[in-house]
């Protein structure tokens, strides 16, 4: 994930959560939802490169990963998580989070300041993926998380008077652990850290 232009090093993100297994479930056929307000709507997906002017981090992410969580459980329950990614998207901060069951794949975008679910997807599994192979090899490890909060703390440790900007849970080779992003005016670091011990797996320059 290819950190954006978007945030100025005087931003500050205080995040803390503690992130709590999960299990979902959806009907087998291929859906993309867009929805706002209940109404679905349809979804015209463009990029456009998000401004630090329009940012105030502090009062943007109000939801929780807590939260998120539990909304992700609601709308796919009996199905397991694989990523957690909080990124800046329009202006806005958003979560987005991805899971498997046997034989599908589904993704849920939330608003990390109104909660609004702003898309949903499920679809097949690649044959490969299938019956259980992706869900036993990228299934995130919730248990016995350190806080969102310590985990920034500790990259931030790492990329002195850097200003972190996207966090990202995932799961490699048995390893559950966060990637964080952070930037200094053009110059960019990512951070690896262990998402039980915090133990720090690779500092990488983006200069």
Same mark, same amino acid.
């Given at each position: ?8 090093s ?8 503690? %992130? ?7 009907? @087998? ?23 630090s ?12 990963l807590?939260?998120?969580?539990? %909304?992700?459980?609601?709308?796919? @329950? *009996? ?8 990124? @800046? ?7 987005? %989070? ?29 044959? *490969? ?8 090899n ?25 200003? @972190? ?16 992003? %952070? ?9 690896k ?12 320059? *983006?200069?």
């Open positions: 994930m290819k950190i954006k232009r978007i945030l100025t005087g931003l500050v993100v205080t995040l803390v959560a503690v %992130l709590s297994g999960c299990q979902t479930k959806q009907t @087998p056929t291929s859906t993309e939802t867009s929805v706002t307000n209940q109404t679905k709507i349809s979804e015209t997906e463009t990029s456009r490169e998000t401004t002017e329009n940012l105030d981090l502090g009062q943007e992410i109000t939801v929780s807590d939260d998120v969580i539990a %909304l992700y459980q609601e709308t796919y @329950p *009996d199905t397991h998580l694989t990523s957690i990614e909080l990124e @800046p998207e329009r202006n806005q901060y958003i979560y987005k %989070l991805e899971g498997v069951d046997e034989q599908e794949e589904y993704e849920l975008k939330v608003d990390a300041t109104t909660k609004e679910i702003k898309k949903q997807k499920n679809e097949a599994l690649d044959r *490969d993926e299938q019956n259980g192979v992706k869900l036993k990228k299934a995130i490890d919730l248990t016995n998380l350190a806080s969102l909060n310590d985990v920034t703390e500790t990259a931030k440790k790492e990329a002195v008077d850097y200003t @972190p900007v996207e966090w990202e849970l995932k799961q490699e080779l048995g390893v559950t652990y966060w990637k964080v992003n %952070l930037k200094q005016a053009h110059k960019e670091k990512e951070v850290i262990n998402a039980q011990d915090l133990s720090i797996l690779k500092v990488e320059d *983006d200069d």
